[in-house]
């Protein structure tokens, strides 16, 4: 029950921005868009999250689309450190509501 | 960002024994935790949700009677599996909500590598 989409893999330059799409058409108004990542063997880390406005953290961006069925997560200058599989997330914010993980994105940031 | 902490990390176990794994949030009051389970190459599963002082709410082919979920405190709920099999060998994972929720972002502990052999 993931309600989202993203690309199974992705390579990015080490010192490049890295830019990770996900598509959630079905989002409904209450949803917010969250994104984790899980570095091998690993809890998934929290990165950022957002309702419709963009979001900039120490960690990264978050270009959300003004219909809000689409957006970006930027990783600005893509460390080695930043391999991991992201995981885009859209549920309701203020509830109890868990979070279901779909299939995320694997990068690989390459020397 | 909190910090939520899982016990032990790596745990081997003969097969018919059960197997204790805690969690805890460090520096936050957690009214709600979750157990996930994760294979090798595959995403993170939802097994089970719990609210301090109720009862787990289990997803969908999830034993509860196998899988004892514990949530006695707003820091700490222990997931048990009892009569472990190989087929349970699994990384399992926790996470925990703030409360009050002021957060809304979920925070996940280290895993724990449960073997059984």
């Known amino acids: 029950d993931a309600k989202t989409t993203q690309p199974p893999s992705m390579d990015c330059a080490e010192g490049r921005a890295a830019n990770l799409p996900c598509n959630h058409s079905?989002?409904?108004?209450?949803?917010?868009v969250y994104w984790y990542r899980q570095i091998h063997s690993q809890g998934p880390q929290y990165i950022i999250h957002g309702l419709k406005n963009n979001e900039t953290n120490e960690m990264a961006s978050l270009i959300i689309t003004e219909d809000r069925k689409s957006s970006t997560l930027i990783l600005p200058h893509a460390t080695l450190r930043d391999t991991a599989v992201y995981y885009c997330?859209?549920?309701?914010?203020?509830?109890?509501?868990?979070?279901?993980f779909g299939t995320g994105t694997s990068l690989t940031v390459i020397p | 960002g909190a910090v939520v902490s899982q016990h032990p990390s790596r745990v081997i176990c003969k097969s018919g024994t059960s197997v204790k794994i805690e969690c805890r949030s460090l520096?936050?009051?957690?009214?709600?935790m979750f157990w996930y389970r994760q294979f090798p190459k595959q995403s993170l599963m939802l097994m089970a949700t719990s609210n301090e002082g109720s009862k787990a709410t289990y997803e969908q082919g999830v034993e509860k009677d196998k899988f004892l979920i514990n949530h006695a405190s707003l820091t700490l709920s222990t997931l048990t599996v009892t009569s472990a099999h190989p087929e349970d060998s699994s990384f399992y994972i926790c996470?925990?909500?703030?409360?009050?929720?002021?957060?809304?972002?979920?925070?996940f502990g280290q895993g724990t590598r449960l073997t059984v052999v």
């Open positions: 997330i859209v549920r309701p914010r203020d509830t109890g509501n868990q979070f279901y």
């Open positions: 520096d936050f009051q957690a009214t709600t």
């Open positions: 079905t989002i409904s108004g209450n949803e917010y």
């Open positions: 996470s925990a909500r703030a409360f009050p929720a002021g957060w809304s972002e979920a925070f």
